[in-house]
């Protein structure tokens, strides 16, 4: 089983749309959880980090469940420029600070 | 300030080649990573340093060697190419951020393929 485990996809939603990835992950130890954004053929880059408190960003919510091990992300209000692949990381503790990646839920959001 | 710069970023070898990828970091962050991605399965890591002079292995490092002789650059090596090691590699290394989050900092990647 993967470390870190989510929903492939693609979710294709209309613009405006609220749409939502879970992502669930393995290890009960883990301490920090982050969501990154990947455009195609490009690098990942850092969305937001996911507090146990939950935390918003814009149009962005990210949650944490501890108990079920997972972490959400909440996207409202849909744009075009949303499109795009959003891998949840995860830091696996073991000694070092490796984050470890999800394979990542490809979202597409159409006129 | 450049960031995280992988070079080249493109490249096509023959089976049984070497060639070294090299990712250099102007942040002074400690830790570096290199991670390959294929279709359908992630990022996952090969190999990462704590620091100057220390490498350890990651998820799949059969074929690659790594070293970090200098903090600020991480190299990737590729002794004999075989054409499951086509894929997209990137670099990252890991500080903070400018929302003070502790994030992971990636280069533009290398393609590389091998015939």
């Known amino acids: 089983r993967k470390e870190v485990e989510q929903d492939p996809g693609p979710f294709n939603v209309p613009e405006g749309a609220t749409v939502a990835f879970n992502c669930t992950y393995s290890n009960s130890a883990s301490q920090s959880f982050f969501w990154y954004r990947q455009d195609c053929r490009k690098e990942p880059k850092l969305l937001m980090s996911?507090?146990?408190s939950g935390n918003e960003d814009g149009r962005f919510t990210a949650q944490l469940n501890r108990a079920s091990q997972y972490i959400s992300l909440l996207i409202r209000d849909s744009k075009l420029s949303d499109s795009a692949t959003y891998l949840c990381?995860?830091?696996?503790?073991?000694?070092?600070?490796?984050?470890?990646f999800g394979r990542g839920t490809s979202l597409i959001v159409h006129p | 300030n450049a960031g995280v710069t992988q070079t080249p970023k493109f490249r096509v070898l023959k089976t049984g080649q070497s060639m070294t990828l090299l990712c250099a970091q102007d942040?002074?962050?400690?830790?570096m990573y290199w991670y390959r991605q294929d279709p359908g399965m992630g990022l996952r890591l090969i190999h990462y340093s704590v620091g100057e002079g220390t490498t350890a292995k990651g998820e799949v490092p059969d074929g690659y060697n790594v070293s970090r002789l200098k903090k600020q650059n991480f190299l990737l090596g590729l002794e004999s190419a075989a054409p499951s090691q086509t894929s997209v590699y990137f670099c990252?290394?890991?500080?903070?951020?400018?929302?003070?989050?502790?994030?992971?900092?990636f280069g533009q990647g290398t393609r590389l393929t091998v015939v």
């Open positions: 990252a290394s890991l500080g903070r951020g400018g929302r003070g989050n502790t994030e992971a900092f």
């Open positions: 942040m002074n962050h400690e830790y």
């Open positions: 990381v995860v830091n696996i503790p073991g000694g070092s600070y490796i984050p470890t």
């Open positions: 996911v507090y146990s």
